[in-house]
């Protein structure tokens, strides 16, 4: 998940977005990954108090690519054990809503990679977000405060 892409705001007039609503947020699978790793204690607070505050709100907002992404980390580098791993999913999974990944995402995520010259999977994350109304994205891996496809990204861990 490469930093790339133009300057702030590009795509910001997205005919296809779905109107965001402010305080909805979307969760990049990294920002998941961080709630379960140990190894970065900071980063760990972090992620457990937004997705936290994110349940309690009812605001939060994952896609079956984020629970993928997450099972693959961390259980490869993470070496967290399969079963443990099974449990976090399904935790995420019965806590926040979670969008499934259709044909109309996937060409969604097409043109926003074509535009922004971000990754297919990034710009999949971004597709999904702005689908289901959400004004942000947290993640670590994009361009923090640039908007995308009607939803603004920001890196929680940024000081």
Not at 86 to 97: H, S, T
Not at 108 to 129: E, G
Request: proline share 3%.
């Amino acid at each position: 998940m490469a930093k790339n892409g133009p300057g702030k705001n590009f795509m910001k007039d997205k005919t296809t977005a779905v109107k965001a609503e402010e305080g909805k947020v979307f969760f990049d699978s990294n920002i998941l990954v961080y709630y379960a790793d140990e190894n970065d204690a900071r980063k760990q607070k972090i992620a457990v108090t937004l997705i936290k505050d994110a349940i309690a709100s009812g605001n939060g907002m994952i896609s079956t690519q984020c629970l993928q992404e997450f099972y693959n980390v961390i259980t490869t580098k993470l070496r967290c054990d399969k079963d443990k791993a099974k449990e976090l999913v399904k935790m995420f999974a019965d806590n926040l809503p979670v969008a499934t990944i259709s044909v109309p995402l996937i060409l969604s995520a097409v043109d926003i990679s074509i535009k922004s010259q971000f990754s297919f999977w990034d710009s999949l994350i971004l597709s999904a977000a702005s689908d289901t109304g959400c004004a942000t994205v947290y993640s670590e891996d994009l361009n923090d405060q640039q908007i995308i496809a009607g939803a603004k990204i920001q890196n929680p861990f940024a000081a």
